[in-house]
């Protein structure tokens, strides 16, 4: 009497099928498996019965890949209206200013507002600023500072006193506490221009061409 070969798994029993993506590929396994089972019954050898706890745990198996397919065309739809959403609230921060990561800085308008994020409250923050090829413009003691997002105004001066050209500038934070350095997070104001999607996510166009994800806005004005 020919018999059908017992498998241990759902993978063995139908390979990649197993594990195919989409509905089509669900559907498919279901019917290999309802096939090749009813073979195994019709055909099982009488002396070596089939097992009725591995059949069940076939079947346990292919309910669980049934199940992650499920959730995975749920957890896509979920993601998709979410970045929907996502996109709309976006588009309304166009003409608006927000605080995201960044360390330039110019010496008038809203880009000369310094923003830095520290993990724990800093003894002594230092803010220094310098001009594109790298040479000091401006420092400046900023004392004691507490947790969180923290914001100072640039007055536009170097340390001469005397004003500072009109171009971009980068600043760096030094943050310490009882004589340990803090984490800080450089952060910086920019105007949101356009909003476009990409495969990162909702990303907002700043003025100056620089670009900043959605998810890390810390501040809206």
Known sequence: MSTVQNSSN??????????????????????RFLHLLVAQMKN??????????QVTSQMAQ????????????????LAASLGTNQMSQAANLIGRAVL??????????????VG???????????????DASGAKVRTVNLGERKEGVNLV????????GSAAPDAAYHFEIEAVSESK???ATALHLGMVNSVSQSSEGVQLNL???????YADIRQIF
């Open 10 to 31: 759902v993978t063995d029993l139908f390979g990649a099928a197993a594990t195919k993506t989409g509905k089509s590929g669900v559907e498919d396994t279901q019917n």
């Open 44 to 53: 099982q050898d009488p002396l070596n019965p089939l097992d009725n706890a």
């Open 62 to 77: 292919l309910s669980t890949v049934q199940g992650i397919e499920n959730m995975k065309a749920s957890m896509e739809a």
């Open 100 to 113: 995201v990561p960044g360390d330039t800085i110019r010496p008038s308008g809203v880009d000369n507002v």
């Open 116 to 130: 830095f994020e520290l993990e724990t409250p800093a003894d002594k923050v230092t803010l220094t600023i310098s």
């Open 153 to 160: 105004e640039w007055d536009g001066l170097r340390d001469d």
């Open 181 to 183: 350095a803090v984490a």
């Open 207 to 213: 003025a100056g061409q620089d670009k900043a994800s």
